[in-house]
């Protein structure tokens, strides 16, 4: 199993998934203890929606991990489930907004 994200340019990468709610900071927490493997951000809590942000280049290493947290004992384990992109990303993470205009 593998877990394949969204590239958006030469320096960023999303993988979007729903977790738990309750999973949500032990997520965090294994990609602290990851250091410098991603950024976990909370998409939706009520809906356990959340994305891992990283780079194309160390996307295989997210992937392996994310399977990793998966196969872990129960009480360890994060239930991770690979979701599309949301249509609102720009609200999130964003990607697409138009640099603000100086004033002049």
Request: proline share 8%.
């Amino acid at each position: 199993m593998t877990f394949c994200p969204v590239v958006y340019d030469q320096y960023s990468a999303v993988f979007y998934g729903k977790i738990p709610s309750a999973q949500t900071v032990l997520l965090q927490g294994y990609f602290e203890i990851a250091e410098g493997l991603g950024l976990v951000r909370t998409i939706d809590l009520r809906e356990g929606l959340v994305c891992v942000i990283s780079t194309p280049d160390l996307a295989p290493a997210v992937s392996e991990f994310l399977v990793a947290l998966t196969e872990l004992p129960q009480r360890a384990r994060v239930d991770w489930a690979l979701v599309p992109e949301p249509k609102d990303r720009e609200r999130y993470l964003g990607h697409g907004r138009k640099s603000p205009v100086s004033a002049a």
